[in-house]
């Protein structure tokens, strides 16, 4: 979906920013790499320049709206705010005040929807908040997300009949930081190990 040299430019600003980190392990066990994606609401021309390319490609969509899940506001009010597009948020439960909506900002039944996340830490969440953008009425055209972490969870929801689309995935992470000297063969072979430990089964 990205060029090499975008995905690779994504690649070196989020480890610049701390959001993807390899500390040095305390045994065999430990993670061997670490990613906080939550990291770019504190770093401003991080998160602009992922709104950027997100933008790329979701401007290839037909659609209305810009939906973002409550815990990712940032990145969908930057897309926004940047391309002036109409935006609406969905939240993870009802408030206990005001009208309790579950689909916050001007909308009207029969538009079209695309949803942006930093990735999908859990498949039911978000098949849930899709869930509700289809009970008020709306069509997801597409999701796009900044990172797939290779776990079954853009499969998934594929499967569910969404499209469901990633900028960059674990792989290119590993690769772009081992070619340019930021992590260690070892380090390599222990997160390529790590990550064929967390799949299951049921994900491939």
Known sequence: MLDLRSKQKLIDLLYKSGAISFPKAKNPESLPYEIRLQYLTSQPKILHFTAKLLWSAIKKETFDLVAGPYTDIPLATTISLEYNWPMIFIRGERKDHGMGKLIEGNYS????????????????????????????????????????????????????????????????????????????????????????????????
């Open 109 to 204: 039944t029969d538009q079209k929807v695309v949803v942006v996340d930093e990735e999908i830490r859990d498949p039911a969440d978000t098949l849930q908040l899709l869930g509700r953008l289809e009970g008020s009425g709306l069509t997801i055209v597409a999701m796009y997300v900044l990172i797939d972490r290779g776990l079954g969870s853009i499969k998934l929801i594929r499967d569910k009949g969404f499209k469901c689309e990633a900028l960059i995935n674990l792989n290119d992470i590993f690769v772009r930081l081992f070619e340019t000297g930021k992590i260690s063969p070892s380090q390599l072979t222990q997160a390529k190990l790590y990550f064929e430990r967390k799949r299951t089964p049921s994900y491939i």
